[in-house]
């Protein structure tokens, strides 16, 4: 059974960075397609990137193009998530996810806080 588990969320202020790890395990890691999500309370949960299996396309939400990189280690069955110039916006349960065909794997989320 696949199993994805996140760590590095937490408190960090405004203009900081943080780095998002996400663990993969009891799946072949490499043949799937691995995003990033977030929600915050009453909201839906949305996607903040995804990344190719092979790591060579990536894409990007609108809000955090340009200060957020979604990045994969294939041989270390890992995906990251490297969040630079962070604003409040950005605070919420940040979830890993993994697909590909019919198999659809998702974390138990991360938190990050961005305030002063």
């Not at 202020?13 to 397609?33: K, M, T, V, W």
């Not at 995804?50 to 990189?69: L, P």
């Not at 349960?93 to 138990?108: E, F, T």
């Amino acid at each position: 059974q696949g199993r994805l588990v996140e760590s590095g969320g937490g408190l960090v202020q405004p203009g900081g960075s943080l780095r998002l790890s996400c663990a993969a395990s009891g799946f072949s890691f490499e043949n799937f397609f691995a995003n990033w999500y977030r929600q915050v309370p009453g909201k839906e949960r949305e996607p903040v990137a995804g990344i190719r299996a092979d790591g060579h396309f990536t894409n990007y939400t609108e809000s955090v193009k340009g200060r957020f990189t979604i990045s994969r280690d294939n041989a270390e069955n890992t995906l990251y998530l490297q969040m630079n110039s962070v604003k409040p916006e950005d605070t919420g349960l940040y979830y890993c996810n993994a697909r590909w065909w019919i198999s659809d794997y998702w974390g138990q989320g991360t938190q990050v806080t961005v305030s002063s």
